[in-house]
């Protein structure tokens, strides 16, 4: 009764937040007081609820040094024209007339190189979102293809904190989890572009004006060379070299290129790393601005207190009633089903990716326990369904960003098909396997 009043005060706490429009930093931290009491109910010493904290929030080092890695990295890939160049010369060799579907690759490629949904919503996807209203396309099919394409990357990138959440959580390796990931995805992607690709075309002129973008040419120079940090992300990742190390090395590149190119002093260059980029001019500050140390500071202190929720889960038995209703689900059809059945409830619940994938793990974990299984499972549903809920950050942050109607979410191709196409896959391995033991 108390594990259910518990979870009940939780799921209250984040109701109100969401409609009175509070931070979710303060519905974490409220949950955070109502488990500490739960776990005082039952006992536990403030000594020992200190030490359940402390192991969740070691579960999750790895992704905060990375996640400051990474808001540098982005900064320096603002700065130094990589992002700019990427942007500049991809627009220029677009059709017009499947732009959605054009919009959906490039989000998927800018989200690929830099793990982030947010940080490439914040950047191609504003550019697409531009682009795509000049060329009178409604901003639902273009926020839905936007929204499909960030997520690319989240779920699969090398510098995807979600990917590096995941590993950290079943102890798989991340370069197998992406290879894995690759291989279970690449039909619902190739769907989701023919999908894009006809339901969207639109007749206009054949070829995307490098005019809407020439605020980078202006302002940045675009010399080859600016690409080099993407490239050693790609090519350090290819040879399966540890991320930190991955990550560091852009970043050096990174620095080498602002200093050199785009002529920026050591001061500049400091306060580019801790505060992130941002442009003199309006326009591209409009555009572009964004990354530093900094930035990630909501989003690092929304992992922690996830995570320290997590030391409570394991240590309290609070999940122990959800876990034997989905190992009875596991049973009538089969594991990934009841991940995702589970990923679903947990991202409704948490209104963050991050606690929601932390929460099916813990879940599930009974259910698959190969770490490099239940690694894909989660990535492949818990992952995307975060981005399906209407009030779950990954939802609104991207879609109030490139100012897309909430309905956008029904367009959201990828995010649909990832889940159902390894559902039918499961059940048609459910079955065979069924048929075989009764044979």
């Given at each position: 009764?108390?594990?259910?009043?518990?979870?009940?005060?939780?799921?209250?706490?984040?109701?109100?937040?969401?409609?009175?429009?509070?931070?979710?930093?303060?519905?974490?931290?409220?949950?955070?007081?109502?488990?500490?009491?739960?776990?005082?109910?039952?006992?536990?010493?403030?000594?020992?609820?200190?030490?359940?904290?402390?192991?969740?929030?070691?579960?999750?080092?790895?992704?905060?040094?990375?996640?400051?890695?990474?808001?540098?990295?982005?900064?320096?890939?603002?700065?130094?024209?990589?992002?700019?160049?990427?942007?500049?010369?991809?627009?220029?060799?677009?059709?017009?007339?499947?732009?959605?579907?054009?919009?959906?690759?490039?989000?998927?490629?800018?989200?690929?190189?830099?793990?982030?949904?947010?940080?490439?919503?914040?950047?191609?996807?504003?550019?697409?979102?531009?682009?795509?209203?000049?060329?009178?396309?409604?901003?639902?099919?273009?926020?839905?293809?936007?929204?499909?394409?960030?997520?690319?990357?989240?779920?699969?990138?090398?510098?995807?904190?979600?990917?590096?959440?995941?590993?950290?959580?079943?102890?798989?390796?991340?370069?197998?989890?992406?290879?894995?990931?690759?291989?279970?995805?690449y039909i619902p992607f190739i769907f989701t572009a023919a999908f894009y690709?006809?339901?969207?075309?639109?007749?206009?002129?054949?070829?995307?004006?490098?005019?809407?973008?020439?605020?980078?040419?202006?302002?940045?120079?675009?010399?080859?060379?600016?690409?080099?940090?993407?490239?050693?992300?790609?090519?350090l990742a290819i040879c399966k070299y540890n991320i930190k190390v991955t990550?560091?090395?852009?970043?050096?590149?990174?620095?080498?290129?602002?200093?050199?190119?785009?002529?920026?002093?050591?001061?500049?260059?400091?306060?580019?790393?801790?505060?992130?980029?941002?442009?003199?001019?309006?326009?591209?500050?409009?555009?572009?601005?964004?990354?530093?140390?900094?930035?990630?500071?909501?989003?690092?202190?929304?992992?922690?207190?996830?995570?320290?929720?997590?030391?409570?889960?394991?240590?309290?038995?609070?999940?122990?009633?959800?876990?034997?209703?989905?190992?009875?689900?596991?049973?009538?059809?089969?594991?990934?089903?009841?991940?995702?059945?589970?990923?679903?409830?947990?991202?409704?619940?948490?209104?963050?990716?991050?606690?929601?994938?932390?929460?099916?793990?813990?879940?599930?974990?009974?259910?698959?326990?190969?770490?490099?299984?239940?690694?894909?499972?989660?990535?492949?549903?818990?992952?995307?369904?975060?981005?399906?809920?209407?009030?779950?950050?990954?939802?609104?942050?991207?879609?109030?960003?490139?100012?897309?109607?909430?309905?956008?979410?029904?367009?959201?191709?990828?995010?649909?098909?990832?889940?159902?196409?390894?559902?039918?896959?499961?059940?048609?391995?459910?079955?065979?396997?069924?048929?075989?033991?009764?044979?």
């Amino acid at each position: 009764m108390a594990e259910m009043i518990t979870l009940l005060v939780f799921i209250l706490i984040l109701c109100t937040c969401i409609l009175k429009d509070f931070s979710i930093l303060l519905a974490l931290f409220l949950g955070l007081i109502c488990f500490i009491a739960y776990s005082l109910y039952k006992k536990y010493t403030f000594i020992q609820i200190g030490k359940m904290l402390l192991s969740g929030l070691m579960e999750a080092k790895t992704i905060l040094v990375v996640f400051s890695l990474i808001g540098m990295l982005t900064a320096l890939w603002r700065a130094g024209g990589t992002i700019p160049f990427i942007i500049y010369h991809t627009l220029s060799l677009i059709d017009s007339r499947f732009f959605v579907m054009f919009a959906f690759l490039l989000c998927s490629l800018v989200s690929s190189l830099t793990g982030t949904a947010f940080g490439t919503v914040s950047t191609m996807g504003i550019i697409c979102m531009i682009t795509g209203r000049a060329l009178g396309i409604p901003a639902f099919h273009l926020g839905g293809a936007i929204l499909s394409g960030v997520f690319v990357g989240d779920r699969c990138s090398p510098m995807s904190s979600s990917a590096l959440l995941v590993s950290e959580l079943t102890g798989s390796d991340i370069y197998t989890n992406i290879k894995n990931m690759v291989k279970t995805s690449y039909i619902p992607f190739i769907f989701t572009a023919a999908f894009y690709a006809a339901s969207s075309y639109v007749a206009t002129s054949s070829s995307v004006s490098t005019d809407r973008v020439a605020i980078f040419a202006e302002n940045f120079n675009l010399n080859p060379w600016v690409i080099l940090p993407a490239l050693v992300i790609v090519a350090l990742a290819i040879c399966k070299y540890n991320i930190k190390v991955t990550i560091i090395w852009s970043i050096i590149s990174g620095i080498v290129i602002c200093m050199y190119f785009q002529g920026m002093s050591l001061s500049e260059l400091f306060s580019c790393l801790i505060y992130g980029y941002h442009a003199e001019n309006g326009q591209l500050a409009r555009l572009i601005d964004g990354g530093g140390l900094v930035s990630m500071g909501n989003t690092m202190a929304i992992i922690a207190i996830s995570s320290s929720y997590f030391g409570i889960f394991r240590n309290t038995k609070l999940l122990d009633g959800i876990k034997q209703w989905s190992n009875m689900i596991a049973r009538r059809s089969s594991n990934f089903a009841a991940v995702l059945v589970v990923s679903i409830i947990t991202a409704a619940l948490s209104c963050n990716q991050t606690l929601a994938t932390m929460l099916t793990y813990e879940i599930t974990n009974n259910i698959v326990p190969d770490g490099k299984q239940l690694a894909i499972y989660l990535e492949n549903t818990v992952i995307l369904v975060s981005a399906l809920i209407p009030w779950s950050i990954a939802a609104v942050f991207p879609l109030s960003t490139v100012g897309a109607p909430t309905s956008s979410i029904i367009y959201a191709v990828y995010l649909y098909a990832v889940p159902l196409w390894n559902l039918f896959i499961s059940f048609m391995d459910y079955h065979r396997y069924k048929r075989a033991m009764e044979a």
